[in-house]
């Protein structure tokens, strides 16, 4: 692993992701919003990834057609977000809003060394998890399944084309075909250079685990807006579950200190807590009388897509998450376009659960 290698890597993984993000600017405006245009970004490159990817599955087709297909597809937007930067000048306010909650100087007078202390401490919870998730190697079963698809895909340029396990020539496996994750982790080290094992054990895990707390830091703001102090303890406590999480193989914590690079844990780390996210937004403009922007409803569906990428069990998990959060939407605030809105979103993840049932029927 070359710094080159690691520079096109973060600007894969930085730099495009916020660019394409910022399409997004007319949904969050609020403080954190480069955060958010980082998080988004994801979303759609994995929601683009997911439309591509599987009909080439599907199609037996080579992995070189969809690193040619997502390039183009990338430069597109990007030329599309560029077009959009110059015309509406948005050089002045790209980077508004990082910084941090706005205080009044008696409140943070009052309670300054209680906030630099949650402040360094959630700092060092951070910087230790990283750490350990770079230095330490744990042995995880699944990954002698899903390393081994990205690695074959690395060698041969077929996808899904030969069992794991053995090596030996087989049928596309439906169940793993449909949300093609491996294939992401594949794209990533076939563009920067970096081994498949290396990219999934120790570099693409780092990145996870700061888009998950992003996140988290975006929920935080939301739910303590001007109250430092609460938003640090929260942030504190959510790392602190996070560490003494591992009281399951199946915890939620342990899947994103130890298998952060796979499937599910990225569904339950990012996708759905992105998407209470989306909809803890959709609840506050309801309730201050604001229409949300078109745009809203484009990153909510691209989100339900990327988080059939993850998982087959993805179109099912959101497909009962959305239903829940429309309906009481629709219910609380007599918005019943909410409900044919959620519905759209749940479309796409509704078909990938349909082409499943059929083929394992079939």
């Known amino acids: 692993m ?54 080439f599955v599907l199609g037996n087709h080579r992995f070189k057609h969809v690193l040619y297909c997502m390039g183009i597809i990338v430069l597109l937007l990007l030329l ?9 000048r948005e050089w ?4 508004s809003g990082v910084g941090g909650i706005r205080l009044n100087v008696s409140q943070e007078g009052a309670c300054r060394s209680r906030i630099v202390i949650l402040q360094i401490l ?26 081994a698809l990205s690695t074959d895909t690395w060698d041969s340029g077929m996808m899904y084309a030969k069992n794991p396990y053995t090596g030996s020539t087989t049928d596309l496996d439906m169940r793993h075909g449909l949300a093609p994750f491996p294939m992401w982790i594949t794209l990533l080290a076939k ?15 780092l990145t996870l685990i700061l888009m998950t707390y992003s996140i988290h830091y975006l929920v935080g703001r939301h739910l ?18 996070v560490i003494f999480g591992g009281y399951s193989t199946y915890s939620v914590e342990n899947f994103l200190l130890v298998r952060a690079s796979q499937g599910k844990a990225v569904l339950c780390n ?34 339900c897509v990327a988080g059939c990428l993850c998982s087959t069990q993805g179109g099912l998990l959101i497909c009962i998450l959305m239903s829940i959060v429309g309906l009481c939407i629709a219910v609380m ?27 394992g029927i079939a």
């Open 333 to 359: 605030y007599r918005k019943w376009k909410y409900l044919v809105l959620f519905g759209t979103s749940c479309l796409i993840p509704v078909g990938y659960m349909l082409v499943y049932l059929m083929q």
């Open 2 to 55: 070359t710094a080159v290698s690691l520079f096109v890597y973060v600007f894969l993984q930085v730099a495009v992701p916020i660019l394409i993000g910022s399409l997004f600017q007319k949904v969050y405006k609020g403080e954190g919003k480069l955060l958010f245009f980082w998080i988004s970004g994801h979303m759609s490159l994995w929601a683009v990834f997911q439309g591509i990817t599987v009909p």
């Open 122 to 147: 959630s700092v060092i919870l951070l910087v230790f998890q990283l750490v350990m998730t770079l230095c330490c190697a744990y042995e995880e079963g699944d990954d002698a399944f899903y390393l």
């Open 92 to 95: 002045s306010g790209l980077l």
């Open 191 to 205: 563009i920067s250079g970096i081994l498949p094992i290396t990219m999934a054990q120790m570099v693409l895990p």
């Open 224 to 241: 303590f807006q001007g109250q430092r102090e609460s938003f640090l303890l929260y942030m504190v406590l959510v790392e602190m579950l």
């Open 80 to 88: 599309f977000k560029m077009v959009l930067f110059i015309r509406n």
């Open 270 to 303: 990012l996708i759905l807590p992105f998407l209470m996210f989306l909809s803890l937004r959709l609840v506050r403009n309801t309730q201050k009388g604001k229409e949300v922007h078109w745009s809203y409803w484009i990153l909510h569906f691209g989100v």
